[in-house]
């Protein structure tokens, strides 16, 4: 995990406008950016198509409850 | 004045915004500076001529259109060096297209970007530190039950509850419950020291739990994805919240004193992650918190010992989750332990009352209707609860989530106004907890087809009209009308906070928004979407009322009706517990079942001595 996403407290949302034909389409593609992104963890929050595309709302979980959470053994938080 | 006065110029380096501008000079005047203020749509030559020729002491300028920014502000630096200014003068630039990072690059002796106020403004002229006024950190902790006397309105209706009140008493004088034998064994526990009697009486606890709770006791183990926390974490955790004192300077929620108190609700499973949501909450404004327990935890008799953390949604309650828990809140925060549904409900009350909780929930007809638990058993184990929440001072809330079963409002008011009656005569401070939720009933009776402001003023009004008593709308308020979308889910919320600040509510319940995503762990920052949302609500409304339509009269006046003719039923059936299982007060053709959890466990009370 890299230095900045052990900061995150749980979770990274990316919120963004996919091109697509329709949401079967926008849920792989969501799927797809995060594992490129490097989330091994993630999830659609929300989707909805309409017209040239797909609103999302993807999530990566960095810790879940009862992981060990890095932030909270960082001296400097 | 206790500053030098300050001969300051003012000009707007843009065609045509100055506002900002406009403001901070009415300030600066107030606070008896000096200033004059140019047009919009000088060049630099000209302010700098300006300053030159009125001798000022000190330049702000303003921008508010971004394009070309770097290159103008630039210039004019370069200008005010060139005519000798920059030396003798100070200069601020702010505006929508300023960034302090632009302005310290630039050579500006500061920069205010989006959002400062004009005390900052004011502060920098007078060349002193900007010291944010922070009404969060003189938060008070409040009292919802103080303005109300509990008398009521409507006699018929007081009536009919204290006949079914008494009954109940009456019903559950000589009976008791493994619930409350435990929570009878676990007070002796937390107050004795010797080791031997520690021991004999974890036995006898144990004896009254259910095997996966007893593993514990007997064998030290702990259900699947459940785990105690460890000596290194709980360390990490107090180096935290000590360092976190220091940062916390919470926001403030209400803009006008009749805002009322906003509770979010937390249960990640994990009380450090607990702690983590509510310290970001508090931070942002929230001023109450409520633990959600996991629903596993209410079916089984019995609770664990010991920091126990698990994968699952709702944190799992003991002595010990629940004492970090409280220390790290804020001391002006409210805290709210729920023991309304469940097989723990009396030992729930007792170790929120014993840890220092402020506010706890119980409700017998929804518990035992919608929550799965016996409804004998948590008569009984409820008028224990109450007993305890009176003892330690705790009001306690007493929620209608029948409703979201299926259950008529009335009728769950009904149930509702029962145990505030039972809680009155027992000494306790009962809270009124209606829905604000799009529930089934009004799905297909259709009442809020236009819109979700009358149906939810309605039923705000039949209990105003029924008894003087406090109200706090849950929960979370806007239930069932959120979606997955933040901004959807977040104006929903506020939407509905905003409503119920209107009506004058007491407190709210806001969700994150996350509500109605059901994928995994609520997080951190949608948490602060809704807070945002609500405070921005209270902002734009102010003092302004929503006024609902003549329908909420309407539908107010016959949620009063079914809940006389609701309680004129149990009376006649001349047993509440009989009442509950008939159906009377929520039946299975609407949703609502007799739930199963714990029957047949109601003893005599000789039966545990």
Redesign the interface.
Same mark, same amino acid.
């Given at each position: 995990m890299s230095k900045a996403l052990e900061k995150v407290? *749980?979770?990274v949302?990316i919120?963004t406008f996919l091109i697509c034909d329709n949401e079967e389409e926008g849920k792989k593609i969501s799927l797809q950016m995060m594992k490129e992104l490097g989330f091994k963890d993630a999830?659609?929050? +929300?989707i909805?198509h309409s017209g040239p595309g797909a609103?999302v /709302?993807v /999530?990566g979980?960095v =810790? &879940?409850?009862? *992981? /060990? =959470?890095n932030w909270? +053994?960082e &001296?400097n938080? | 004045m206790g500053f030098q006065k300050k001969k300051v110029l003012l000009a707007p380096l843009d065609p045509v915004h100055d506002i900002g501008l406009k403001m901070i000079k009415r300030g600066l005047d107030q606070a008896g500076h000096e200033t004059i203020l140019l047009p919009p749509d000088y060049s630099p030559e000209e302010i700098i001529k300006a300053a030159m020729d009125h001798n000022v002491d000190v330049i702000l300028i303003s921008r508010t259109l971004g394009y070309r920014v770097a290159e103008i502000l630039g210039s004019f630096i370069d200008l005010a060096e060139a005519s000798g200014l920059r030396e003798k003068v100070k200069i601020g630039i702010g505006g929508m297209a300023i960034r302090p990072e632009l302005a310290a690059e630039l050579g500006f002796d500061a920069g205010f970007g989006p959002g400062t106020t004009v005390e900052e403004a004011v502060a920098f002229v007078e060349g002193r530190e900007y010291v944010k006024e922070s009404k969060g950190k003189n938060k008070i902790k409040k009292d919802m039950t103080e303005k109300y006397d509990y008398t009521f309105k409507n006699k018929t209706i007081e009536k009919l509850l204290s006949t079914i009140a008494d009954g109940i008493i009456e019903y559950v004088k000589d009976k008791t419950t493994p619930g409350i034998e435990r929570a009878k064994i676990r007070e002796k526990m937390l107050e004795i020291n010797d080791e031997a009697e520690l021991l004999q009486l974890k036995k006898e606890y144990a004896n009254l739990c259910d095997d996966i709770v007893k593993a514990y006791y007997t064998k030290g183990t702990l259900k699947e994805k459940t785990r105690q926390l460890s000596r290194e974490e709980l360390e990490a955790l107090t180096t935290y919240l000590e360092r976190l004192k220091n940062k916390m300077n919470p926001e403030y929620l209400q803009y006008t004193e009749t805002n009322p108190i906003v509770f979010i609700q937390y249960g990640t499973g994990c009380p450090f992650m607990d702690i983590a949501h509510i310290k970001t909450c508090e931070a942002w404004g929230a001023d109450g918190v409520v633990h959600f327990d996991p629903s596993w935890g209410a079916r089984t008799e019995g609770f664990y010992e010991g920091y126990i953390t698990h994968e699952e949604d709702g944190s799992i309650i003991t002595y010990e989750n629940l004492k970090i828990i409280k220390e790290a809140l804020m001391p002006s925060s409210l805290w709210q332990v729920r023991a309304h549904r469940g097989l723990n409900t009396p030992e729930t009350v007792l170790l929120a009352g014993k840890v220092g909780a402020d506010l706890t929930k119980i409700n017998i007809a929804y518990g035992s209707l919608g929550g799965g638990t016996d409804p004998e058993r948590l008569t009984v184990d409820a008028v224990a609860a109450i007993k305890y929440a009176a003892r330690f001072g705790m009001p306690f809330d007493v929620v209608t989530n029948e409703e979201l079963c299926g259950v008529p409002a009335y009728k769950a008011f009904a149930g509702m106004l029962i145990v505030t009656m039972l809680g009155l005569k027992l000494g306790a401070r009962p809270i009124l907890q209606p829905l604000f939720c799009y529930s089934p009933e009004v799905m297909i009776g259709g009442q809020m087809s236009d819109n979700y402001v009358d149906f939810n003023a309605a039923k705000v009004m039949a209990l105003r009209s029924i008894l003087n008593a406090p109200i706090w709308c849950g929960a979370p308020i806007g239930f069932l009308t959120q979606t997955e979308d933040r901004v959807q889910s977040s104006l929903s919320t506020a939407l509905h906070a905003s409503l119920a600040s209107s009506l004058g509510v007491d407190g709210i319940s806001i969700a994150s928004a996350d509500e109605a995503y059901s994928g995994g762990p609520i997080s951190a920052a949608a948490r602060i979407d809704t807070l945002r949302a609500t405070q921005a609500a209270f902002r734009f409304f102010g003092h302004t009322q929503i006024v609902p339509t003549k329908n909420s009269e309407v539908w107010a006046s016959q949620i009063v009706e079914g809940i006389e003719k609701t309680l004129e039923a149990v009376v006649k059936n001349g047993n509440f517990v009989d009442a509950l299982y008939k159906g009377l007060l929520g039946s299975r053709e609407e949703g609502a079942y007799p739930g199963r959890a714990g029957r047949g466990t109601v003893k005599a009370y000789t039966f545990w001595g």
């Open positions: 407290m *749980d979770a949302d919120e999830s659609i929050v +929300f909805q609103r /709302r /999530r979980y =810790y &879940k409850p009862g *992981d /060990r =959470y909270l +053994f &001296k938080n | -």
